[in-house]
């Protein structure tokens, strides 16, 4: 059984930076890709950033290109989700899932972290 803990949430400042950690357990973290979903208030989860299993492939939502950054440490079964230049329409819980998919879509996550809260206001 996967379980996902994420954390490096927080309140920032407009243009400010935060990074996210997304920490798997189980021997299987480089099986899976890795994506991570932000929920606004009010809104669905939208795929954001998604890396492939072998790091060769990731994806990026026209919102957060140029911004975020999205990399994976296969050997501490961790991955990272650097966020530049926020701004607070980013504020969102985000949550980190694997799948066994490349895929930008939530319906190809099987596991869920608890999510991360980020607020991003002055």
């Known amino acids: 059984q996967v379980q996902l803990v994420e954390s490096g949430g927080g309140l920032v400042q407009p243009g400010g930076s935060l990074g996210l950690s997304c920490v798997s357990s189980g021997p299987t973290f480089d099986y899976y890709s890795i994506g991570w979903f932000p929920q606004a208030p009010g809104k669905e989860r939208e795929g954001i950033s998604c890396i492939s299993s072998s790091d060769s492939n990731t994806y990026y939502a026209d919102s957060v290109k140029g911004r975020f950054t999205i990399s994976r440490d296969n050997a501490k079964n961790t991955a990272y989700l650097q966020m530049n230049s926020l701004k607070p329409e980013d504020t969102a819980v985000y949550y980190c899932?694997?799948?066994?998919?490349?895929?930008?879509?939530?319906?190809?996550?099987?596991?869920w972290g608890q999510g991360t809260q980020v607020t991003v206001s002055s």
């Open positions: 899932a694997a799948g066994p998919v490349f895929s930008r879509y939530e319906s190809h996550y099987d596991h």
